[in-house]
């Protein structure tokens, strides 16, 4: 007798259900979910780190210039200084120009020597002087006297204080020795002159 086979109508039913309406397994969703989102980031991660490697190494190149430039701004200050002060240098290093009247030099050191008879060879020298720069201003006399007389106190705003120096010129060439020259009043003669000669800029 043939063998009969049944139809597993209840096994059909089931797999259909199983294609329609079966949910997928819990785990297996999350899983499926979760790959894209792991995907997306790691992506941003690689990204924002290249973007601050990148980042740091512009902030290197940055610092370097500006320690670059700091450092050369400084070099040409210093420099620029220097080229100046180098440059005033040049303009106020100027050679001292030759004294006017070598001659009131020599009266100058022997008004400040300690000996009392310097002192009278310079008011006498300093007398000599006065008479020389009285002939090259045009006036008239042998003597230094006569020609003070012969000068216009208009034009000669130091007249009187010449007459004083030539007074005590003479009164040293009249007395000699026995004339007392303290340094105070030799130094106070030769200033009487100095200020004649410096009118004239004769010194």
Known sequence: MDSIHFLNIEYLLLRVYDIFFAVPAVSDTVQEAQAPASHVLMSLGSFFGQVALVGMGLTVILLALVVWARIRLVTVEHRGYHDKEAHEHEHTHIEPEAPK????????????????????????????????????????????????????????????LAWKAHKVRNDIAHGGESYQLTSRDANATIDLYRRVFEEFDYI
Do not use: C
């Not at 008011?123 to 000068?151: F, P, S």
């Open 101 to 160: 009247n070598p001659q009131w030099d020599r009266v100058h050191a022997l008004a400040n020597s300690p000996n009392e008879s310097d002192w009278r060879r310079a008011i006498l020298e300093a007398d000599i002087m006065l008479g020389d720069m009285l002939t090259q201003a045009g006036y008239r006399g042998k003597e230094v006297g006569e020609k003070l007389r012969d000068a216009n106190p208009l034009q000669f705003s130091t007249l009187d």
